[in-house]
């Protein structure tokens, strides 16, 4: 992390925290449930593809179900338990003019025997921790939220400027959660989440999957702001790795 690209990367910072320079970016920030927005950020880009391609966007009022959700309660109720649908749907409303900066997706695997009687996973998401600033007095000020209300402890709470990439990782690593009934009693609101994968164990499957970076997908970060914010802690992994094998 070292290298003069990383050193120019980590010192970047954005010049707004409005500055949005892909418009997909700016709509898909707006939506809160993680599973909506990963279908909205989908179906933009196909959107996109087939604007520049010289089609039509007809097509595209008929595949906006994800904007309302199923109209068969049944399968909303089932997809629901299954796939965690409202992930993210509970987080607080942004304050005005408040923005998400960043976002931590907590998920864990979970276990299920196919007819064959073989053991796969599946990977269920559990919470959203949305990184967010906003402008006042004088100043940014920021605060994380998640599904849950629940209280967190973050450095810096205020800046002047918007934050280096640097500094938001470090708040990524330094940040904790502030109940003592929260389950994240370590420090970090990403790489604690990796080791109680890895104390939980499944992430393991003989046979199947092995491989010890399973347990990093416990918590990935996104941001549409920080646009190398995700490349770090995909570096930031493959050393996890590292260093939990050798222990």
């Known amino acids: 992390m070292t290298d003069m690209k990383w050193h120019q990367e980590l010192n970047w910072r954005p ?3 409005t500055d949005f320079t892909d418009p997909t970016a700016l709509i898909v920030n707006g939506i809160r449930g993680q599973l909506r927005r990963s279908n909205a950020r989908t179906d933009l880009g196909l959107v996109y593809d087939k604007t520049n391609s010289g089609g039509h966007l007809d097509w595209f009022a008929d595949s906006d179900e ?3 959700g199923s109209a068969d309660e049944e399968v909303w109720e089932i997809s629901s338990k299954m796939f965690n ?3 993210g749907e509970s987080l607080p409303e942004p304050l005005p003019g408040e923005i998400e900066i960043a976002r931590v997706v907590i998920s864990e695997w979970m276990h299920i025997d196919i007819e064959s009687g073989e053991r796969r996973k599946i990977e269920a998401l559990q919470n959203i921790f949305s990184i967010r600033a906003r402008w006042r007095s004088g100043r940014y000020r920021y605060r994380v939220v998640d ?4 209280e967190f402890s973050i450095t ?3 800046s002047r400027k918007t934050l280096t990439l640097a500094q938001l990782i470090d708040l990524l690593q330094s940040g904790r959660a502030a109940s003592p009934d929260f389950q994240c009693r370590g420090t ?3 790489e604690y989440w990796w080791g109680v ?3 939980n164990d499944l992430w393991w499957v003989e046979g199947f999957n092995e491989d010890l970076k399973e347990c990093t997908k416990g918590a990935k970060v996104e941001s549409e702001l920080y646009t190398m914010l995700p490349t770090w802690y995909e570096q930031r992994t493959e050393e996890w790795v590292l260093e939990n094998r050798k222990a």
């Open 188 to 190: 970090g609101l990403v």
């Open 85 to 87: 649908w409202r992930v």
């Open 197 to 199: 994968e890895l104390e």
């Open 66 to 68: 994800w904007l309302h």
């Open 147 to 150: 599904d849950f209300d629940s």
């Open 156 to 158: 810096p709470q205020s």
């Open 15 to 17: 010049w707004s925290y």
